[in-house]
C-alpha cells in the first residue's frame, strides 16, 4: 500500500524559509518520478517541483525557480522542497505526490493527471 507523509508545514514572514519532507513508503521508491504540488483557497492544484528519483534530474515551476529545491534522499525513501525566499502567494497546503514509473522517461514537470497517488498535504502559511 502506498503511503505518502508530508511534513514541516508552517507560518512564516515573507522571506523565510521552510524545508517540507515527504516520507514514501509501500513501493520501490526510485522506480517512480515524485513531484510536490500545491493547491491556495479557490485556485486548482499546481505542480511546483518534480524528482527523477535516483536520478536526481529537477524540474521546477517558473514561479519558484531559483527559491525552491526539491532533492531527495534516496536511502531514506525521503523527498524534500527547500523553499526560500517566502512570498504571501506561496501560501497553500503542500502535497507531495507520486508520478509513473521512472521507465516512461519523462522529461519535464509533472503534471496532476500524471499523479496517481497523494499525500494528505501539509499546510505553508506566508504572511506579510
Known amino acids: 500500500q502506498v503511503q505518502l507523509v508530508e511534513s514541516g508545514g508552517d507560518s512564516v514572514q515573507a522571506g523565510g524559509s521552510l524545508r517540507l519532507s515527504c516520507a514514501a513508503d509501500?513501493?520501490?521508491?526510485?522506480?517512480?518520478?515524485m513531484g510536490w504540488f500545491r493547491q491556495a483557497p479557490g485556485k486548482q492544484r499546481e505542480a511546483v517541483a518534480s524528482i527523477a528519483t535516483g536520478d536526481g534530474t529537477t524540474y521546477y515551476a517558473d514561479s519558484v525557480k531559483g527559491r525552491f529545491t526539491i532533492s531527495e534522499d534516496d536511502g531514506k525513501n525521503m523527498v524534500y522542497l527547500q523553499m526560500n525566499s517566502l512570498k504571501p502567494e506561496d501560501t497553500a497546503m503542500y502535497y507531495c505526490a507520486r508520478g509513473p514509473p521512472r521507465w516512461r522517461s519523462y522529461g519535464r514537470l509533472l503534471s496532476r493527471v500524471d499523479i496517481t497517488h497523494w499525500g494528505q498535504g501539509t499546510q505553508v502559511t506566508v504572511s506579510s
Open positions: 509501500g513501493y520501490t521508491y526510485n522506480s517512480y518520478y
